[in-house]
T-cell receptor
Framework: QQQVKQSPQSLIVQKGGIPIINCAYE??????FPWYQQFPGKGPALLIA?????SEKKEGRFTISFNKSAKQFSLHIMDSQPGDSATYFC???????????FGQGTELSVKP | DGGITQSPKYLFRKEGQNVTLSCEQN?????MYWYRQDPGQGLRLIYY???????QKGDIAEGYSVSREKKESFPLTVTSAQKNPTAFYLC?????????????????FGEGSRLTVL
C-alpha cells in the first residue's frame, strides 16, 4: 500500500516530442505528489508538485495530470529539449510533504 | 549559499569495515533524511529525523545507523552488517513550515556520496 509504481523505466524521444511518464499509487491517504528531476552525478531537485484537490498543474513546459479515482498521475513535458535528458522520479507522501515514497525512476533521453 | 553538503563524494571500503557519510545543511531545516539509490529501484528511505536528538527507521534501515546531535548535521554510518552496501547515498532536508528556504514539504538534496565496497 505504500508503493508508488512508475513507468516506463526508460524513454527516448526526439526534440520537440512530448514524453509522458506515468505513476500509480495504492494509498488513498497520500496528499502530496511531487516530481523530481535528477541529472547524472547530482541529487534530485523538485520539478513540480500537485495536491489531490486539482486535476492538472502546469509550470512552464511541465504538466502534471492527476486522476484521483484511478489513483494515477503523470508528467508531460511539452516541446522537449535535449537539456531535459535526465532521470525523473514521481513520489507521494502523507501530511503534505516531508517523508517521500519514490517511484522507480524513468531515464529520459531527448535526441537532437 | 544555502544548501546541503555531502562528503565524501566517492568512497571505497573493504568488506567488514564501517564507514560514515557526512551530511551538513545550512537551510535551517528541521527534518533530514537519508535515501539510498540503486539502478531501477528508485530512492529508498534509510532513516529520517524530524528534530534534534530524535530519528526513525525508514524502509531499509538494517545495517545502517545515524545520529542527530545538531540541527545542521545528520551523519550516516554504513556498518559491516549491511549486506550490499555499494550504492549512491543521498541526504536531504525539508521544512514543514511555509516560507523560508523552499516550499513546505519540498526535499532539498545534496549531491550524493557513492560508496563502493571492494
Amino acid at each position: 500500500q505504500q508503493q508508488v509504481k512508475q513507468s516506463p523505466q526508460s524513454l527516448i524521444v526526439q526534440k520537440g516530442g512530448i514524453p509522458i511518464i506515468n505513476c500509480a499509487y495504492e494509498n488513498t491517504a497520500f496528499d502530496y505528489f511531487p516530481w523530481y528531476q535528477q541529472f547524472p552525478g547530482k541529487g534530485p531537485a523538485l520539478l513540480i508538485a500537485i495536491r489531490p484537490d486539482v486535476s492538472e498543474k502546469k509550470e512552464g513546459r511541465f504538466t502534471i495530470s492527476f486522476n484521483k479515482s484511478a489513483k494515477q498521475f503523470s508528467l508531460h513535458i511539452m516541446d522537449s529539449q535535449p537539456g531535459d535528458s535526465a532521470t525523473y522520479f514521481c513520489a507521494a507522501s502523507l501530511n503534505q510533504g516531508g517523508k517521500l515514497i519514490f517511484g522507480q525512476g524513468t531515464e529520459l533521453s531527448v535526441k537532437p | 549559499d544555502g544548501g546541503i553538503t555531502q562528503s565524501p563524494k566517492y568512497l571505497f571500503r573493504k568488506e567488514g569495515q564501517n564507514v560514515t557519510l557526512s551530511c551538513e545543511q545550512n537551510l535551517n531545516h528541521d527534518a533530514m533524511y537519508w535515501y539510498r539509490q540503486d539502478p531501477g529501484q528508485g530512492l529508498r528511505l534509510i532513516y529520517y529525523s524530524q528534530i534534534v536528538n530524535d530519528f526513525q527507521k525508514g524502509d531499509i534501515a538494517e545495517g545502517y545507523s545515524v545520529s542527530r546531535e545538531k540541527k545542521e548535521s545528520f551523519p550516516l554510518t554504513v556498518t559491516s552488517a549491511q549486506k550490499n552496501p555499494t550504492a549512491f547515498y543521498l541526504c536531504a532536508s525539508s521544512t514543514h513550515l511555509a516560507g523560508g528556504a523552499g516550499k513546505a514539504g519540498e526535499l532539498f538534496f545534496g549531491e550524493g556520496s557513492r560508496l563502493t565496497v571492494l
